[in-house]
């Protein structure tokens, strides 16, 4: 089945310092999705990206979709105590109505 | 708007013993989801129902079964609960239309303790 994963699976970074974090879909994905998981939280939708090679930015975070739709990542500049959390990609494959969520990353954020 | 709510937020439960999980949204969305998060296993779908009326399995569907009940409530039921079932539960729904198109929004969840 499809398998989509994760890289890191933590990172600790001191408070202005920079963070990325890489996902791979072993499928091509018509779409992928990112959310954000605060400690003892629930998922939040960050954002959405439907076209190879598209590149969104929200602030200091700036999300990339590959050429050939089976990679994403999230880079976070300056990264910020408000950062804490994990951030999970998800993938929709085709016309299917199931999306598969990525292993997650664990950002860890220390003044 | 509530958005999506869960009952209950946390249970205790003997093994063998059965309970259903109770998960109810507002936002008219077509589209729902049970979820499960195990530490270092990221979110695993464990049911869906992309409408009304259907329902269909996710990833890990073993030892569990799902009610439609109505546009608005989707149940996660546990027949004879194991200690394997111990983890956090998620239901969610799915927007798929508008600027949120294709977004999904989460409940609080459901933190499940199996002896």
């Known amino acids: 089945g499809q398998q989509v994963m994760q890289i890191p699976q933590y990172q600790h970074v001191q408070e202005g310092e920079d963070f990325t974090t890489y996902c791979n879909s072993s499928t091509t994905l018509s779409n992928i999705q990112w959310y954000k998981q605060r400690p003892g939280g629930h998922p939040v939708f960050l954002i959405q990206?439907?076209?190879?090679?598209e590149v969104k930015k929200q602030k200091r975070l700036t999300f990339q979709f590959g050429e050939a739709k089976k990679n994403s990542s999230l880079h976070i500049t300056a990264t910020q105590t408000t950062d804490v959390g994990t951030y999970f990609c998800a993938g929709w494959v085709g016309t299917a109505s199931k999306l598969t969520f990525g292993t997650g990353t664990r950002l860890q954020v220390t003044l | 708007n509530a958005g999506v709510t869960q009952t209950p937020k946390f249970q205790v439960l003997k093994t063998g013993q059965s309970m259903t999980l109770q998960c109810a949204q507002d936002?008219?969305?077509?589209?729902m989801y049970w979820y499960r998060q195990d530490p270092g296993m990221g979110l695993r779908l464990i049911y869906y129902?992309?409408?009304?009326?259907?329902?269909d399995k996710g990833e890990v569907p073993n030892g569990y079964n799902v009610s439609r009940l109505n546009k608005r409530e989707f149940s996660l039921r546990l027949e004879s609960a194991a200690p394997s079932q111990t983890s956090v539960y998620f239901c969610?729904?799915?927007?798929?239309?508008?600027?949120?198109?294709?977004?999904?929004?989460f409940g609080p969840g459901t933190r499940l303790t199996v002896l």
């Open positions: 129902s992309a409408s009304e009326g259907t329902t």
């Open positions: 990206l439907v076209k190879s090679g």
């Open positions: 936002m008219n969305h077509n589209s």
């Open positions: 969610a729904s799915r927007s798929t239309s508008g600027r949120a198109e294709n977004e999904q929004f």
